[in-house]
């Protein structure tokens, strides 16, 4: 059963650049699947923030894209997630997720969330 | 404002059937599939629908979605208790080359 969990500091300062880490087990990150990040604001919906694949290829939320950058490390089997110039409005719970099939776009496996609060 | 658009609730008794409508446009619902997810309180989405009525191992039959033109709808049929929770469509987006959310439906079991 593969399983997603999402790593990171908790709290971030207001201009910093969040950074978080999903990793990924026991299936190899580097099968043809995307992997991607979504977010939720404290009792808002879902945003999606982008999806990478292991080859370097990736896809960004044209709201956030001058501000993400996703990337794949095939030896530690995990993805990343770097947001940069963060403000309260970026204080959500982040999930890493598998996209089943660029095809259907739909999430198929999620972590379990990490809550992220932007503040000084 | 979400750019797929879910009524904020619906409600409904045990064993009832309820709908949750989820309303897009040309270049997202029209163009692409349209997934569905159930996010339990305080636990991260869950997969329901996907691909045309397609259901991930474990999820019931009860569960069922349709399209029509630029909207999308996700049926339930015999509610049950363990049913509460919010519901989200979500499709891709040729347009803004993006997948986008609904902005979700709390389905409250009366």
């Known amino acids: 059963q593969v399983q997603l969990l999402e790593s990171g500091p908790g709290l971030v300062k207001p201009s910093e650049t969040l950074s978080l880490t999903c990793t990924v087990s026991p299936y190899s990150i580097s099968s043809a699947y995307y992997w991607a990040w979504i977010r939720q604001p404290p009792g808002r919906g879902l945003e999606w923030i982008g999806s990478s694949y292991h080859s370097g290829s990736t896809y960004y939320n044209p709201t956030l894209k001058s501000r993400v950058t996703m990337s794949v490390d095939t030896s530690k089997n995990q993805f990343s997630l770097k947001l940069s110039s963060v403000t309260a409005a970026d204080t959500a719970v982040y999930y890493c997720?598998?996209?089943?099939?660029?095809?259907?776009?739909?999430?198929?496996?999620w972590g379990q969330g990490t809550m992220v609060t932007v503040s000084s | 404002q979400s750019v797929l658009t879910q009524p904020p609730s619906a409600s409904g008794t045990p064993g009832q059937r309820v709908t949750i409508s989820c309303s897009g446009s040309s270049s997202n619902i029209e163009s692409n599939t349209v997934n569905w997810y159930q996010q339990l309180p305080g636990t991260a989405p869950k997969l329901l629908i996907y691909s045309n009525n397609q259901r991930p191992s474990g999820v019931p039959a009860r569960f069922s979605d349709s399209k029509s033109g630029t909207s999308a709808s996700l049926a339930i049929s015999g509610l049950q208790s363990e049913d509460e929770a919010d519901y989200y469509c979500?499709?891709?987006?040729?347009?803004?080359?993006?997948?986008?959310f609904g902005g979700g439906t709390k389905l409250t079991v009366l």
């Open positions: 979500a499709a891709w987006d040729d347009s803004l080359n993006g997948l986008v």
């Open positions: 997720a598998r996209v089943k099939s660029t095809t259907t776009y739909s999430f198929d496996i």
